[in-house]
């Protein structure tokens, strides 16, 4: 149309000029730069003297000059851009050629690339960035060779490539998806305009001077006036008549003016149609918020109008309408209801519109009716829809409205009808039609309804006649593709149509069998029933029928008459007896019979089945007869006698079956003679049972070999006792598979041998031998074999081998057992020697000849020896033998913790052997047992428990590194024996180290006792000599001269005292201890407050000796031991403190608990010290360390020897720190339990 046209060429022509506009300030600005560059240049070059350069730069002038000029005369931008890039490139390349990678590295690989994607498409663009590209790569490879001089890096000139072919690839991706998103606008574009053209309401757009830009088709259609004048004023060319200056209430000047949308509604003409406009005028912002333009659409809405003054005026009508009327309120709820509503719902008037429209809507269509009120909200005036609405009974109806919007009033009219009964009958329909789809899909044919013409033109047809016929229903209705009456086959065309035209003179049903041509070019047999259907006046409509495919019941029905046919041929030129048995009768039989029987067909005819079966035989045909009928498994095929006519007996070979003939059943039977076959068969058979009487009570196998047919031609039935085969599973084995591997390639060394000989002598007695052999068993097993084989031709002149074979595995395994026991029994006795004669100095050595000798015997890789600690918690690997080439692991296995091994534990634990054939095969759970054996590389082991007296010792292990090692049931019985003599010889071992470490101590307490005594006899004798020489002077009533000199041997007599006191209570103290008599009883104890009342006994002597004594223990601390012997250990430590600590000087006592845990305690003095030559003896049973106190106190060192006693029964140690002339520090550290 010529309307479109122009628009288009309206918009082109803009489109046009601004591209021009675009192109030519583009044009100037590449010019100017590339003079402006150009110019700079030159004056540089013509300061630096470089001619060259300067007449380079002049052309380049001139070039950018002529270029400009041309694009002004010419107009052409594509081939300005063409002779720009030319003219870039061809400076690129000199630049290069001059300066490399300093003098235009940047520009060729960024710039000149964005300038071909800029101007050109992306083809052109990656075709002059190639040759760019190319030149350039030539430049660099031709460098080298000096065909010019080099000014670049190879390695800086290589990244620049890659930058560059980056670039291009990416420069061609990006204008790819720019053409691709200028498409897909464009096809946007078309779409918007074929929407905007198609819309009912007429729409314009106005520019801000009131010009129209823009209208659509509708709008043209109304203003012819549109179609001649573009970008005429609105009010010239959009209205009825034209007027000069702008309407009084123009929308459009109104949303110019305050950027807001206007709607009115007005009388105008649309055509040549008078009616109601509803005109909204809506702005269009720029950047800035301004008003450019307005879009104006101008919707007809005269009928709108009309509904709206009938509802308003027609109240009568209003009440008394049959259909639900109302007035909707934009808020959802209603203004104006009729009674309509109340009568068809059952909600009153006041409960529908105090309440929200949708409380009312069937939750399902909420949303639906929601945005049916959005659309009138948002302007759009003439809706319809359907919903389901709430009923006061509970019920649910189907509503359709139709509604009209007022958006002055914002209120909504409408009509409401109920389509209930409508969507249900609509609903019934379609389950109607669809069960009787169902039905018709699951019909094997199709039905059909058709003219009655020669082609039987369709008009329906299921869908079913595509998998019957290869046509579509479309394909036949209407004789779209082709004629149904085309497809059936020309011979029965005149039948069909006969046959039906018949059964329409009757007003029958026509029924018949005919052929169709299939689309695959096959000929398939239908078989139709079908009726004509008639109207009222008994003309007839229209022909209705069920076709269905019959080719497979057709071809089986010709196959039958065909196989009646050959089976009469048949029967007649049989050589067996064929008859037909009925109703106790014969009906039928064969001349074979007659020959084979002696009966005439007549004679036959007129006999039962007793009068022709043996009486031996009657009821065993008559059960089976039976169990036929009964259509129970059995055999169709067995052997009877039946009595001939001349009265002989004779056995046959029976076989029948029970078959509908005439729809009666009827046995078929055939047969023949086997009296002969039946004799040499039952000769043979007692022959054979001779033979089976034989080879079946033996336990030998007999097996015969045909070497020429290298297979077994017969296995006597006792082969299941010795492999576990039937005599048919052994008779499929080759000579390769009835052997194992080893034994295979020993048989055919041996065979070929014999067979050699065999051959030479024909002696068949000469090739007999007896070899053993190993065969493989049905379950697995392998079994040792004895076979007794010879060499023979059979009757066919073939070689075989006629072989016994029989089981000797009980007697290898007994000689095995035998030579088991002779060789252990060698070894315990050597062992036993071994033991018996070893030095004590050589326990490792004869401990570790002893594990080679049953490493050796066992023939294993690994034997090694554990024993446990005290609590079976820990396990040390004391002594290891390894074979040549396998690893040892006994240093790594020292005080090994029990508890994180969980299998090893649990066996320890159980006291019990432990084997394993398969290393692999030990418990998931056990990760630890896992990564050691994976270690070791362990194949299989067995761990065997040292015990003695019900005690475990340890145990005695086996391992092997290289393969598995099997170990039978008795086996494991002997090497407990093994085990049971390691057990004796580690136990004497044990008590003789105990002994040994018995006898050591007691020479040690020997020696310390008469040490001691020695001490304690001198010590007790001096003074006893003091009290001796007191004691006389008293007898001889000798008189002190003063008071004071009896104070003084007052005095020495209590030190005396006092000295032997200690010595007789510490001397008590250490023969308890050494008794046994004393056990620390140990508990917590507060410290402070135990020196407190330990010291207060001890004070007076402190005082007395004027020393000073401090308490320096932590009040609060506590630490547990036993107090009495604490005491006694203090208190000696504090008396040898006194004896040796100057007056005025000081003692101490200091207690903490340590960072490790131990109860630390100090007892410090000022004295004297301690000689360092007397320091190791100090708590040693020594002559060497007593010495005199500094007040003339005796010291026997046993308080000392005490002291360390009583500190070790705590599992403590107790030292001493001193230096002459300073003083001595006695430390005691005693553990605390946790």
């Known amino acids: 149309m010529n309307t479109k046209s122009k628009k288009d060429i309206s918009e082109d022509h803009f489109i046009e000029e601004l591209n021009l506009k675009q192109e030519k300030r583009t044009v100037n600005l ?19 003297d470089n001619l060259l350069l300067s007449l380079v730069s002049s052309s380049y002038i001139i070039i950018g000059l002529i270029a400009l000029l041309y694009y002004n005369k010419a107009r052409n931008f594509d081939h300005w851009t063409t002779f720009f890039l030319v003219f870039t490139l061809l400076v690129m390349v000199m630049l290069f050629y001059n300066g490399g990678t300093k003098g235009a590295g940047i520009l060729w690989v960024f710039f000149f690339p964005s300038l071909a994607f800029h101007y050109k498409p992306y083809r052109q663009a990656v075709a002059y960035s190639s040759i760019l590209f190319v030149t350039l790569l030539f430049l660099f490879v031709a460098s080298p060779a000096n065909f010019y001089p080099s000014h670049y890096d190879p390695l800086f000139m290589t990244i620049y490539l890659l930058i560059f072919v980056g670039i291009v690839g990416f420069l061609f991706a990006e204008s790819k998806r720019r053409e691709i998103n200028n498409k897909l606008l464009k096809e946007s574009k078309d779409r918007f305009y074929t929407l905007f053209n198609h819309l009912s309401m007429g729409v314009a757009l106005i520019d801000s001077n009131m010009h129209v830009i823009e209208a659509n088709q509708t709008l043209r259609k109304w203003y012819p006036r549109l179609q001649k004048s573009e970008g005429a004023l609105c009010y010239e060319c959009m209205g009825d008549t034209s007027k000069t200056e702008m309407c009084a209430d123009c929308q459009v000047h109104k949303s110019l003016a305050d950027g807001k949308v206007h709607t009115i509604e007005k009388n105008r003409v649309f055509g040549s149609k008078a009616g109601v406009a509803r005109i909204t005028a809506s702005p269009i912002f720029n950047e800035q918020r301004k008003v450019v333009a307005v879009i104006e659409t101008i919707e007809d809405v005269s009928d709108h109008e009309i509904i709206k003054q009938a509802l308003r005026s027609s109240d009568k009508i209003f009440s008394q309408a049959l259909d639900m009327l109302f007035i909707l309120g934009f808020d959802g709820h209603f203004k104006t209801l009729n009674p309509s509503w109340e009568r068809l719902l059952g909600w009153s008037k006041h409960d529908l519109m105090t309440r929200a429209f949708f409380d009312h809507v069937h939750p399902e269509d909420k949303e639906l009716t929601r945005n049916i009120l959005q659309f009138h909200k948002e302007g759009q005036a003439d809706l319809a829809f359907e919903n389901r609405f709430l009923c006061k009974d509970g019920s649910i109806k189907w509503l359709s409205w139709k509604s009209l919007s007022d958006q002055k009033d914002q209120i909504i009219y409408g009509v409401v009808r109920d389509i209930t009964e409508e969507k249900n009958a609509a609903i019934r329909l379609k389950k109607s039609e669809q069960r009787l789809n169902d039905l018709i899909l699951n019909l094997p044919g199709f039905v059909y309804n058709c003219a009655n013409d020669p082609l039987w033109t369709v008009d329906f047809i299921s869908d079913n006649c595509e998998e019957l016929t290869g046509y579509s229903p479309s394909d036949l209705i209407r004789n779209k593709t082709i004629a149904f009456g085309d497809l059936i086959h020309p011979d029965d065309r005149k039948n069909v149509w006969d046959g039906w035209q018949k059964a329409l003179e009757c007003n029958t049903f026509f029924e018949g069998e005919y052929r169709i041509n299939h689309a695959d070019g096959s000929v398939r ?319 490792d050595q004869v401990m570790n000849e002893a594990l080679q000798k049953c490493g050796m015997f066992l023939n294993v890789d690994r034997t090694f020896m554990f024993h446990f600690s005290s609590d079976l918690k820990g396990m040390t690997n004391s002594h290891e033998w390894c074979a040549e080439n396998v690893e040892s692991f006994k240093d790594s296995l020292q005080d090994i913790q029990l508890d994180s091994f969980k299998s090893l534990s649990k066996i320890v634990h159980e006291r019990r052997q432990f084997y394993l054939h398969d290393i692999a095969d030990i418990s998931e759970n056990s990760s630890e047992e896992k990564t050691l054996f994976k270690l070791r590389k362990t194949k299989s082991l067995l761990v065997m428990p040292l015990m003695k007296d019900n005690v475990l010792l340890g145990y005695l292990g086996f391992e092997t590194v290289f393969e598995h090692k099997k170990i039978e049931p008795n086996q494991l019985d002997l090497l407990q024996v093994l085990a049971n003599i390691f057990s004796d010889v580690w136990m004497k071992l044990r008590l003789d180290e105990i002994l040994n470490d018995y006898t050591t101590k007691l020479a040690v307490s ?41 104070r003084q041997h007052a005095a020495q007599l209590h030190l005396l005292a006092l000295s032997t006191y200690d010595l007789l209570d510490n001397l008590l103290q250490w023969s308890r201890l050494q008794g046994g008599e004393i056990v620390p009883v140990v508990q917590l104890n ?83 010290g301690i000689p360092s030559a007397i320091v190791n003896e100090l708590f040693s049973a020594s002559n060497q360390k007593g010495r005199i106190g500094l007040h003339g106190e005796r010291s026997s060192g046993l308080g000392l020897m005490l002291c360390k006693e009583f500190v070790e029964k705590h599992h403590g140690t107790i030292s001493v720190e001193s230096v002459e002339n300073k003083g001595s520090t006695f430390i005691i550290k005693i553990p605390q339990k946790a």
């Open 1006 to 1046: 020997n020696e310390t006792k008469d040490r001691l005594f020695s001490i304690i006899a001198h010590d007790l004798r001096s003074p006893f000599t003091s009290f001796i020489g007191l004691s006389e002077l008293m007898a001889e009533d000798q008189v002190f001269d003063t008071m004071e000199e009896m």
């Open 525 to 843: 047999w239908f078989f139709e029933r079908g009726k004509g259907i008639y109207d009222e006046t008994g003309q007839l409509l229209y022909l209705q029928g069920f076709i269905s495919e019959i080719t497979a019941s057709k071809a089986a029905e010709i196959a039958l008459r065909e196989s009646e046919l050959k089976f009469r041929i048949l029967s007649k030129s049989a050589s067996a007896g064929i008859y037909m048995y009925r109703n106790n009768h014969f009906i039928m039989a064969n001349p074979a019979v007659t020959l084979i029987t002696g009966y005439e067909e007549e004679d036959l005819f007129s006999k039962s089945l007793e009068d022709v079966v043996h009486p031996d035989n009657v009821e065993k045909v008559k059960a089976v007869n039976k169990a036929r009928l009964a259509n129970e498994d059995i055999t169709n095929r067995y052997e009877l006698r039946i009595i001939k006519a001349d009265g002989s007996t004779i056995w046959i070979d029976h076989s029948a079956d029970i078959v509908m003939v005439d729809q009666q059943p009827t046995v078929i039977g055939t047969f023949f003679d086997i009296t002969e076959v039946r004799l040499a068969s039952e000769a043979l058979r007692r022959s054979d049972e001779r033979y089976r009487l034989i080879t079946g009570n033996t336990s030998d196998v007999i097996w015969i070999l045909n070497l020429n047919k290298e297979k077994f031609t017969y296995i006597s039935p006792s082969i299941f006792q010795l492999r576990g085969y039937t005599p048919e599973e052994a008779l499929l084995e080759s000579l390769e598979e009835a052997l194992t591997p080893q034994s295979a390639v020993f048989v055919k060394a041996q065979l070929e041998d014999k067979l050699k000989e065999f051959l030479l002598t024909k002696d068949s007695k000469a090739s007999q031998q007896i070899t053993e052999i190993q065969q493989p068993c049905k379950d697995g097993r392998i079994i040792t074999v004895e076979v007794a084989t010879h060499i023979q031709f059979n009757k066919s002149g073939d070689l075989e081998i006629i072989g016994v074979s029989r089981n000797i595995d009980d007697r290898k395994r007994m000689e095995a057992e035998i030579s088991f026991n002779a060789s252990f029994q060698k070894l315990i006795a050597d062992i036993s020697k071994s033991f018996i004669q070893m030095d004590s100095t050589k326990i």
């Open 1086 to 1168: 507060q410290v402070h407050e135990f020196i407190n009342k330990m010291v207060a006994v001890l004070l007076p002597q402190i005082e007395q000796k004027y020393l000073r004594f401090f308490n320096q223990v932590p009040i609060g601390l506590v630490a547990s031991f036993d107090p009495n012997m604490i005491e006694i250990v203090v208190r000696n430590l504090l008396s040898n403190a006194m004896k040796f600590t100057h007056s005025g000087g000081k003692i101490w006592i200091e207690a903490e608990i340590g960072k490790d845990g131990n109860f630390v305690l100090r007892v410090l003095d000022s004295g004297i």
């Open 30 to 48: 590449v010019s100017g730069i590339v003079i402006f560059v150009s110019v700079f240049m030159l004056i540089i070059n013509i300061i630096n």
